[in-house]
């Protein structure tokens, strides 16, 4: 590098802007896969025809840590909303031993009385998949689903789960419900984060799964059955993305998952501080996920083929690694812009130029382009300018990303939480 | 080997060899030298080649993609234009309207065409998958998503998109039954990536050159411009006659959308006739026809009815042959 330093910047400058164009394409065929019509439609009349005696027991597991009273009440209606048998609600509050006031808080809301409180003993790592395993143990169901405190599935979800279930083979062990934003209307963060979910679980996560390719799965609204999750091993207590690391390894054991047709609506972050902070753990437990299952690249190759291996690469390494790299690239692109072409003339030249243009431009609009599309299919016309200026919003994402692997060799089991509750829902 | 790609594999070799062995025997036959298009980029390729950065020079010329496929393939570019128009046809027809493929495919003006204008012939594949996206159904939004993005592509090949446009966007308004705010938004979403693909030329030119119409008005770097100095080559071939009637019939017949877009593209020709080479709207309407969503009930009778009424002008116009 010392020798060569020009001849270095140049190979480097090409290797990214190749990474990038295969995260391009990669999502470009994902993407499309995943915009064709949902394969798995449930209908009114089948819901409506479901026996309530014989519906199985379904367990929900809440893992709670520091939310504030009005959330917790939120969440206590949420519950009761449910469309499913009360009798065959096996509802599981997990709140951390050291966390007294989320426990008083959830007493005072006078939960239903099929709601069990399982306090999660002092222990290493504070992490909600260690909440989530406790719960595991406790579950009764034979199904299990898991929210997030904020979190206000549609009425019918479970039963949609259940039907699903029934309709699909026995490999699907997991169906994850698209996720979206109750408060997306609240200040452009918020707008941008809807454009960004609406694409990735309305295109991508149902992309992955028409492929069969691996699927990192959502944090909530993941439904899994019972034994094939315990069969699993449950979850990584040690990784702060643990449902994109189970998603791979139920990949291994050639288990499918599949995209449930009903959505879960959460409070996006709204803050930019309290947003960093959770962007910069998704993807810090996306890059934990990418160096613990590249650890036997080997194994991955066997078990999980050439396509899995491809998207550990580019969808789970490629993600974090992309906007790390997005936000010095940008920070190149504009000094060769002022410089109109000048300053960068020995490394932006040929192919290279080529591909950078085509990245520049193809591939920043291609995710802008899918974003508008989305919400245009959840018929939020409303959000699609809004789409232009993502490219901002990838920035953050790149901010987020640095500060995500800073953590990860400082303090890469700590788990940031996000704060919620700084939405009043208006409305029913 | 499954049936549709050993008829795809040996529809697009034939075509592909087909246009290798004219390109290499019949040129004067085709009169390849006097295509205006081949002239540009033949001028266009050794200015290329003696720049420091060829890259550069490629990126700031209008259109870049086929500047591109004709600095890497030089003169099998017409070929490599003609054999990725058939794949591209035939992968999206995937075994439908066989008879109907191998009639344009084969058939001598489309073969005239891809030789002589082969940027043109790359852009009506696009534009043609941009129009057939508006047929698709009204919630197919994959079909709707990649024709958006072909009919973008077309920007990146010939110049006649841009004057598509208002009619690209009219089709759209047409074939949705919506709200007017929605039907607006459809057509914020239809355009939006031919503005973007159009404007990277804009982008460029001000960058290299310090004026963005640079590469559009300056002849030596716009094919559009250059095309516009040479005289009007629009003229209904005798052989165009036959080939068009059929398929514009068809068009005519197939919904409003449909028509405005077969009416739409003749405007154009008509008012910017150095944009269409001979043959050109014909093939035009036979890959948006070909690659439209179905065969609708009585669209053979329609295709046979203006296959003869063609053959009649045809013969009308020619008595002595």
Same mark, same amino acid.
């Given at each position: 590098m010392f020798l060569a330093p020009q001849t270095t910047l140049k190979v480097l400058f090409a290797l990214v802007n190749l990474a990038f164009f295969a995260q391009v394409l990669f999502k470009l065929l994902v993407g499309l896969a995943g915009?064709?019509?949902?394969?798995?439609a449930i209908s009114k009349e089948e819901l409506e025809s479901l026996d309530p005696r014989k519906l199985p027991v379904y367990t929900v597991l809440l893992p709670l840590h520091r939310e504030p009273p009005e959330v917790i009440e939120q969440l206590t209606s949420a519950i009761r909303a449910l469309d499913y048998p009360q009798e065959k609600l096996d509802i599981l509050f997990l709140i951390e031993e050291d966390d007294p006031e989320t426990l008083r808080a959830c007493k005072a809301a006078?939960?239903?009385?099929n709601v069990r409180f399982i306090l999660i003993p002092r222990?290493?790592?504070?992490?909600k998949p260690r909440a989530c395993n406790f719960g595991l143990a406790f579950a009764r169901g034979e199904y299990l689903t898991i929210y997030d405190a904020e979190d206000i599935p549609e009425k019918d979800q479970l039963k949609k789960a259940v039907l699903a279930f029934r309709k699909l083979?026995?490999?699907?062990v997991c169906l994850q419900a698209a996720l979206n934003f109750?408060?997306?209307?609240?200040?452009l963060l918020t707008r941008l984060f809807t454009l960004e979910y609406s694409f990735w679980f309305d295109y991508l996560l149902p992309g992955l799964s028409r492929l069969r390719l691996p699927i990192p799965l959502g944090g909530t609204s993941n439904h899994f059955r019972v034994e094939a999750l315990r069969k699993l091993g449950?979850?990584? %207590? @040690?990784?702060?993305?643990e449902d994109a690391d189970l998603g791979m390894r139920a990949h291994y054991r050639g288990y499918r998952v599949g995209i449930l047709p009903s959505t879960t609506f959460e409070e996006a972050t709204s803050h930019l501080k309290n947003w960093i902070r959770q962007r910069s753990r998704w993807l810090k437990g996306y890059l934990q996920t990418f160096l613990v299952h590249n650890r036997r690249p080997l194994h991955v190759l066997k078990t999980s083929g050439f396509r899995g291996w491809l998207t550990l690469q580019l969808f789970i390494g490629g993600t974090p690694l992309g906007y790390a790299a997005s936000v010095v690239l940008w920070g190149v692109f504009f000094a060769w812009l002022l410089s109109r072409g000048k300053l960068l003339e020995p490394y932006f030249s040929g192919p290279i130029l080529c591909i950078g243009a085509m990245n520049l431009f193809v591939g920043n609009f291609l995710g802008v382009y899918f974003s508008m599309f989305a919400v245009f299919r959840r018929n939020l016309?409303?959000?699609? %300018? @809004?789409?232009?200026l993502n490219p901002l919003y990838w920035a953050l994402a790149g901010i987020a990303a640095w500060k995500g692997i800073g953590q990860l060799l400082?303090?890469?089991?700590?788990w940031e939480k996000t704060v919620h509750g700084m939405f009043r829902r208006k409305g029913p | 080997m499954r049936r549709p790609w050993a008829g795809f594999i040996a529809l697009s070799g034939t075509t592909t060899a087909i246009l290798l062995a004219l390109q290499r025997f019949a040129q004067d036959t085709f009169a390849l030298q006097n295509s205006p298009e081949l002239r540009f980029f033949s001028l266009r390729i050794p200015t290329l080649l003696a720049l420091p950065d060829p890259a550069r020079g490629i990126i700031t010329t209008t259109p870049c993609l086929t500047t591109l496929f004709a600095f890497l393939f030089r003169d099998f570019f017409p070929v490599v234009a003609g054999g990725l128009t058939v794949s591209g046809g035939l992968c999206t027809l995937r075994g439908r309207k066989f008879i109907a493929s191998v009639l344009l495919f084969f058939s001598l003006p489309f073969l005239a065409l891809v030789l002589s204008s082969p940027a043109f012939t790359m852009g009506a594949l696009f534009l043609a998958f941009g129009f057939s996206g508006l047929q698709r159904?009204?919630?197919d939004h994959t079909a709707r998503f990649l024709g958006n993005l072909a009919f973008g592509l077309s920007a990146l090949c010939h110049p006649v998109g841009f004057w598509l446009l208002p009619i690209f966007a009219l089709c759209t308004v047409l074939s949705v039954e919506a709200s007017w705010l929605r039907r607006g938004t459809h057509v914020i979403l239809a355009l939006s990536p031919f503005l973007l693909f159009g404007g990277m030329s804009l982008f460029f030119g001000w960058v290299y050159?310090?004026?963005?119409l640079l590469p559009f008005l300056d002849p030596a770097l716009s094919l559009g411009a250059f095309l516009a100095l040479?005289?009007?080559?629009?003229a209904l071939q005798p052989s165009e006659v036959l080939l068009a009637a059929p398929f514009l019939g068809v068009l005519l017949s197939g919904g409003l959308s449909q028509a405005v877009f077969a009416l739409g593209m003749l405007g154009v020709a008509f008012l910017r006739?150095?944009?269409?080479?001979?043959s050109g709207v014909s093939v035009l309407f036979g890959l948006a026809l070909l690659l439209s969503k179905k065969d609708r009930p009585g669209e053979w009778l329609v295709f046979l009815a203006f296959f003869l009424l063609g053959l009649g002008l045809f013969l009308a116009r020619f008595p002595s042959g």
């Open positions: 915009s064709s019509r949902e394969s798995l006078h939960p239903p009385y222990g290493f790592p504070k992490t083979p026995k490999e699907y109750y408060n997306a209307t609240q200040n449950g979850w990584d %207590p @040690f990784n702060v993305t016309d409303h959000l699609l %300018p @809004f789409a232009l400082s303090r890469p089991f700590f | 159904a009204e919630d050159g310090g004026y963005p040479e005289k009007p080559s629009f006739p150095y944009l269409f080479p001979p």
